[in-house]
């Protein structure tokens, strides 16, 4: 099972961001404002959240390479804001958080330290699918958070940092060279390839009612702690699909009996073929609810 952390097990509405670099104004804040807007990238979001006093401005030749940044002209001003390498930046020394780094025509004005907050019971829900089966975790951020999570994830060849999007599709499909059966878990936007990769790709959503990513199902981000429990409901529905396709089979079978004996009128197949019909539809109904309230999710 494989996680990205960035807004799946982070809270992208909860974060602390401090400035670090060239004293900004009003009108430069709103630069970058205008600019992170344009972006879906959770660091842009945050971004534009924390500077959501300042204006906001028309966006000309918007930019984005992926893993790298954004750039765009703002009332003529060249505006770029990313990783250390985009904005011309070599030597950035180690960091304790993510970091986007901004430039105003070339001339590097410093960077926002952005702080995560991981969600409640994150380490439980690790823990739990850790004691069923491998974890890995990929996270597109630096490695400050590593100390914490080896302390969760005991194999630590299974942490991945420094990932973009194209490493995270390529570590799905050599998890797949290996044979594995893997499950992917991610926030559905930048994580796109790496979800319809997987054998089963889950996206995390804040907001289900507005969200429409490319994966085989949707978890609400409040219940994604209970991932455990629905991969076992699915497995208990998965018994009931198979007792409702044998009882709908011993219809058949019986049925067909009578039915090439002479001895069910017309009149009584028609009625008999849809009370079996509901029947089946009556036991899944039933048996997939009791399922569920065992597990507590109803």
Avoid: C
């Avoid at 058949?252 to 008999?272: E, M, R």
């Amino acid at each position: 099972m494989v996680f990205d952390k960035s807004r799946t097990l982070t809270d992208p509405d909860l974060f602390d961001v401090q400035f670090e670099g060239h004293p900004q104004d009003h009108y430069n804040y709103s630069l970058i404002k205008s600019l992170a807007h344009q972006s879906r990238h959770p660091l842009s979001r945050a971004l534009y959240s924390h500077l959501a006093k300042y204006d906001e401005m028309e966006v000309f030749d918007f930019k984005e390479q992926e893993g790298l940044g954004v750039e765009g002209i703002i009332m003529n001003q060249h505006v770029k804001m990313g990783s250390a390498a985009f904005v011309g930046l070599t030597d950035v020394g180690a960091q304790e958080a993510a970091r986007v780094h901004v430039s105003l025509n070339a001339e590097y004005q410093g960077y926002f330290t952005i702080r995560n907050f991981y969600r409640p019971n994150w380490q439980q829900l690790l823990r739990l699918i850790q004691a069923a089966g491998d974890v890995h975790l990929l996270s597109g951020d630096n490695d400050a958070e590593k100390d914490v999570l080896k302390a969760i994830i005991t194999n630590e060849t299974h942490l991945r940092f420094y990932q973009s999007p194209k490493d995270k599709l390529a570590y799905i499909r050599e998890l797949n060279r290996q044979h594995q059966q893997v499950m992917m878990v991610g926030d559905g936007l930048n994580d796109v390839g790496a979800l319809k990769e997987a054998k089963i790709g889950i996206a995390v959503a804040d907001d289900v009612y507005q969200f429409s990513p490319s994966s085989d199902a949707i978890i609400s981000a409040d219940a994604l702690v209970k991932l455990p429990l629905f991969m076992r409901f699915a497995k208990s529905a998965l018994r009931v699909v198979y007792a409702a396709i044998g009882i709908s089979f011993l219809y058949n079978v019986v049925g067909l009996y009578f039915a090439v004996t002479g001895q069910l009128s017309p009149l009584f197949a028609a009625i008999l073929m849809p009370l079996s019909s509901a029947s089946v539809v009556v036991f899944t109904s039933l048996m997939v609810m009791g399922a569920a309230k065992r597990q507590g999710l109803l």
